[in-house]
C-alpha cells in the first residue's frame, strides 16, 4: 500500500471511529505491505465472507491465500486476541447461572477447530469456576473421554460439580449416541463420588445444545 492508501482509511477511523471503514480496510490495515488493500478484498472473497472460515485457518492455509509469511503471523495475532478476549470476557462472570454462561466460555475456545476437543469445567459449591481444561482431542467425528481422569481432577481440585463440553466441526447440534452414553457415564460416576454433573454442552460456531435444558435427558 502506498502512504496515502495507508493513511486515507487511518484518518476516517481517527475522524469517525472504527465502524467507518470496511471489512476490506479493516483487514488491510491489519496485514499490511504491498498490495494490502488488494490482498484483503482476495481474502474475504474466498471464504465468501464467512469471518468463522477466516478463524478456522491454520498458518499454512492463509500462505495459501498467498499472504506473506509476516501478514499471516499478523492475523492469526489478531485473531486469537480477540478470542482470548471473548474468553476472558465471559470468564468474568465467574459464576455459572445457565447453560449460555457456559456457551460464552467455549465459544471461541473450541468452535473454530476442525477436530472434536472435549473440556471440563470444576465449580466450587457456589457454582464459581475453579478451573478449566481440555480432557481430549479427538478427529473430525469424535475424541476419547476417560470418566476416570474426569473424578480424578475433580477431587484433586476439590470441585462440587462439573460441566463438561465438546464442540461438533460439522456444525450438527444433535447428540449421538455416544455423548449420550458418556453423558450418562460421567453422571453416574459424579453420584457415587459426590461431584454433580451439572450440563453436557455440545457447540457449534453459532448455536450450542444442553443436554440439562432438554427434559428428556436431564443431568441434574
Known sequence: ??????NEPINRMLQYGRTALSDSEN???IIAGNN??????????????????????????????????????RLIAVID????????TAEEKQK???????????Q????????EEFWIVFLNRSNKILHKEKLSQGGLSGTVTD???????????????????????SGNLIPSESDSKITQKI???????????????IVSDKDYYSFADNTHFPCC
Open 36 to 73: 494490502a488493500k488488494e490482498m484483503a478484498i482476495g481474502v474475504l472473497q474466498s471464504i465468501n465472507y464467512r469471518y468463522s472460515e477466516l478463524t478456522r485457518m491454520n498458518y499454512q492455509q492463509l500462505k495459501r491465500l498467498s499472504l506473506s509469511h509476516l501478514q499471516a503471523i
Open 187 to 201: 453422571k453416574e460416576a459424579g453420584h457415587l463420588m459426590d461431584v454433580q454433573l451439572l450440563d453436557h454442552i
Open 96 to 106: 455459572i447461572t445457565c447453560s449460555k454462561d457456559m456457551f460464552d466460555i467455549f
Open 108 to 115: 471461541p475456545l473450541i468452535t473454530e477447530l476442525p477436530h
Open 1 to 6: 500500500m502506498t502512504t496515502d492508501e495507508i
Open 27 to 29: 483487514l488491510s490495515l
Open 81 to 88: 486476541f480477540s478470542q482470548r478476549k471473548a474468553l476472558q
Open 147 to 169: 470418566v476416570r481422569i474426569v473424578m480424578k481432577r475433580a477431587i484433586e481440585l476439590s470441585a462440587a460439580a462439573i460441566i463438561v463440553s465438546h464442540n461438533h466441526p
